[in-house]
């Protein structure tokens, strides 16, 4: 079998790579609950350059301005906008058009991909329930009234809702199914209240309050926010291997030139071993994450349903982004928690991403679920 990208796929990710490549995470705010250390809004001159190269559009299909890439290629560009911390709803905003195009009707359809696929409007999508700990699907409730839908409910944590323009909500529907409404930021009902998130980003709490939208608006399809959901959670892993590569990347670089004794660090073996242990996370975070990419592409039938993929590769994101940023630190000394320094901002971004996965026992409880199951060989 050919387990290598497609040519598409790596000029997608080429692509990222040179429209990153001025991008400076020292001009990454840092984590602090006082408003002076809060990014304001997210980088829109670079939001510009992603959709000027196309990199908006790659899961649209070319009747909407898309080149009809799949997840793997998405992975493939968040890990490049991940290493430099790139503060761009580009994760939300490509999964919920790649749904929205599957599964959407073709009136909101015509209407919303083509603009959106040039970068306005823009997308971001409500996806931690109310309180965080609980299922997004079940913290906004609709309801049918005539041919329209109406909203209650409240979501907590929801990416730039700050700034974007629509925001797609999971939603329980009384047909007994998760809908998926695209609701404007200036709609009569729709309140928010910021938020802080660990990586020094505005948050939002947003908060519907009888909010009636038209039936084009809500997309009430079989597995659309099943979809939606697994597109995020491979995106947010994806995040986390470019921030942990980029991060394993500097602790080389350090090690390589710091001396202590006239040797330097890397040369210790010590260092070495650590180094070594958080090679092999970063590469089991890869592996995992490609596999997950590929089976919620394809659909390809497996020994576990594609949610066990999912799960493993979740368990990994969440565990090894954790223990690189923390080996970082540790082998930098105090070197990495200077401000003039970009370490300590990977760090509060892989604590925020480690939130935003959930913790590892329970994905792992939850493959154990699976694994009773399907039974391997059963």
Do not use: N
Request: aromatic share 6%; charged share 20%.
């Amino acid at each position: 079998m050919d387990f290598s990208f497609t040519e598409e796929q790596r000029a997608a990710a080429e692509a990222a790579r040179g429209v990153c490549a001025g991008v400076a995470p020292d001009a990454v705010p840092s984590p602090s609950l006082t408003a002076g250390a809060v990014a304001e809004g997210f980088d829109r001159e670079l939001w510009s350059r992603l959709a000027g190269a196309d990199l908006l559009s790659l899961l649209l299909d070319e009747e909407h301005g898309g080149a009809g890439l799949d997840a793997v290629a998405l992975c493939l560009v968040l890990r490049e906008t991940s290493a430099v911390l790139a503060r761009v709803p580009l994760l939300e905003h490509s999964a919920a058009l790649s749904v929205l195009g599957a599964h959407g009707g073709q009136e909101l359809k015509d209407d919303l991909l083509t603009r959106a696929g040039r970068g306005e409007p823009t997308l971001t999508v409500a996806a931690h329930g109310r309180t965080g700990h609980d299922p997004a699907e079940l913290a906004v409730t609709a309801r049918r009234e005539g041919a329209r839908w109406v909203l209650d409910g409240t979501q907590t944590a929801v990416a730039w809702a700050c700034d974007a323009d629509l925001v797609v909500v999971p939603a329980a529907a009384d047909t007994g199914r998760t809908v998926l409404a695209v609701v404007p930021q200036d709609h009569a009902g729709v309140s928010v209240a910021e938020q802080y998130g660990t990586g020094g980003e505005r948050l939002g709490e947003l908060r519907l309050d009888s909010v009636t939208l038209d039936a084009r608006d809500v997309v009430d399809a079989e597995g659309a926010w099943e979809a939606l959901r697994e597109l995020l959670t491979v995106g947010t892993c994806a995040q986390a291997l470019g921030l942990g590569g980029r991060v394993l990347r500097m602790t080389s670089e350090y090690t390589g030139k710091r001396e202590q004794f006239g040797f330097p660090l890397a040369t210790f073996q010590a260092v070495a071993v650590q180094a070594a242990d958080r090679y092999i996370d970063l590469k089991a975070m890869e592996a995992t994450l490609w596999q997950a990419a590929w089976r919620i592409t394809t659909r390809a039938p497996g020994s576990l349903p594609v949610a066990g993929d999912v799960a493993v590769a979740k368990i990994w994101a969440s565990e090894g982004v954790r223990r690189v940023v923390q080996t970082a630190q540790h082998l930098h000394g105090g070197f990495g928690a200077d401000v003039d320094y970009p370490l300590h901002r990977y760090h509060a971004w892989a604590k925020q991403l480690e939130l935003a996965l959930g913790p590892a026992p329970a994905h792992e409880e939850a493959l154990g679920d699976l694994l009773a199951a399907h039974p391997l060989g059963g």
